[in-house]
């Protein structure tokens, strides 16, 4: 960037009119006079130009190539403690990172001014948020939060975008693959908003990184993270240091859109994720609820991808991390994507102090469902029409329909 930098000044310097340059053995003196390059000593002022300019770009290159050695002398120090590599696009100071005043910025959002007004939409730009699993949820939810006007993001992901991910993944393409998932979206959001300050983080959350990932008070963490372990531990990191959070459920395996809710965490029995994260948090951390979690009341369509192990090997020498699991589940893009945006818009709109509440989820037992029925055979006979109703015997097969038997006095 430096040395693009120097080459643009010494066009620069070439094309306009020059300043006073002196040589320390006073051989050259450029003036302008009238738009006109005086010559001396038979040197050509466009030689002089690219002796300058020259110059700036050996500095310029030097500085960047020794920043360059001592970052990744840091990086890899950071490597060996297990710690995260993170960089930054910005050197501003984010606590009073703001330009919403700017007319160009203005404009860009001028649509979610208009639809939170004018302190909410300050309040969305003013925000701090962490996104913490950049696969086909999280980079659709980052990149609507960036598309929001959050000016702050910090992108976390140890993984690397391949093939495979290219149908889920909110921006990547072919030339993107190898690329680490948080630089991927660094790259393609540079250019969306530039004014945005974003930190990127290639590195899976562990308790060693905790106040590195999480420092720096954030306004909201979102949980996209698809291991249980390390969903666990971060949940309960957020919860300890009071940080707001939003987890995410399973969106592999599933296509129906419209089953699609948030609810709390203790309330999360429909989703095997969710469900075991449920469990792991109270044996493991007491903790009973308050989490909000996002996630699909439908039914998994596909089991897991089987795996066959080699002669002598078992399936732990499949995995990529220890207690990761081994077995890919298939995935529909469209149901991540859906999901990341769910995510993006509880996140904003709670920014914006206008939260929306989702539809309850109603998962009844058996028992309450034999309640409900006898209460409605009881209504039934009160009104007298006990003979003409559908006969369902229930002692077979729980509440399960076996047979309707319409009367004669139906007919």
Not at 168 to 192: N, P, Q, W, Y
Not at 252 to 259: E, L, M, Q
Not at 371 to 395: H, N, Y
Request: with cysteine; net charge neutral.
């Amino acid at each position: 960037m430096l040395f693009c930098r120097s080459l643009v000044l010494a066009r620069s310097l070439d094309k306009h009119i020059w300043p006073i340059v002196r040589t320390s053995s006073n051989l050259v003196h450029i003036t302008h006079v009238e738009s006109t390059v005086l010559r001396r000593d038979g040197m050509d002022s466009r030689f002089v130009a690219a002796f300058v300019a020259g110059g700036i770009a050996g500095a310029c290159m030097s500085c960047t190539l020794l920043y360059r050695r001592d970052a990744e002398a840091a990086a890899a120090a950071r490597n060996e403690l297990g710690l995260a590599k993170t960089t930054s696009t910005s050197d501003r100071q984010v606590s009073t990172f703001t330009h919403m005043d700017d007319e160009i910025v203005r404009e860009h959002f001028t649509r979610n001014i208009q639809f939170f007004g004018e302190k909410g939409q300050q309040r969305v730009a003013r925000a701090f948020i962490v996104v913490i699993g950049l696969g086909g949820v999280g980079s659709h939810c980052a990149h609507m939060l960036l598309r929001s006007g959050v000016s702050r993001l910090r992108l976390v992901d140890f993984d690397q975008v391949s093939l495979s991910s290219l149908n889920r993944h909110a921006v990547a393409t072919r030339e993107d693959v190898g690329m680490s998932k948080a630089e991927c979206l660094a790259a393609h959001f540079a250019r969306i908003y530039p004014e945005a300050c974003l930190d990127v983080c290639t590195a899976m959350y562990r308790k060693e990184a905790e106040e590195e990932l999480l420092g720096g008070e954030p306004d909201f963490v979102i949980d996209c993270i698809d291991n249980i372990d390390t969903k666990v531990e971060l949940l309960a990191a957020c919860v300890r240091r009071e940080i707001p959070v939003l987890a995410c459920g399973g969106a592999g395996s599933k296509c129906d859109p419209t089953r699609i809710r948030i609810v709390d965490v203790a309330e999360s029995v429909v989703d095997p994720l969710a469900r075991a994260v449920r469990h792991r948090l109270k044996r493991d951390h007491g903790i009973n609820g308050g989490i909000p979690v996002l996630l699909s009341t439908e039914k998994q369509r596909c089991d897991l991808v089987p795996v066959e192990a080699e002669d002598g090997k078992s399936l732990k020498d499949y995995q990529v991390l220890p207690n990761f699991r081994i077995r890919t589940i298939p995935v529909f893009g469209a149901l991540p994507a859906i999901f990341g945006m769910a995510c993006a818009a509880h996140v904003v709109t709670t920014l914006a102090e206008q939260p929306f509440d989702s539809e309850p989820v109603f998962r009844m037992q058996l028992q309450q469902y034999e309640t409900q029925l006898e209460r409605l055979r009881d209504r039934e006979d009160s009104k007298g029409s006990a003979d003409a109703c559908l006969g369902v015997d229930l002692e077979v097969g729980k509440s399960q329909r076996l047979h309707k038997d319409f009367t004669s006095s139906v007919l």
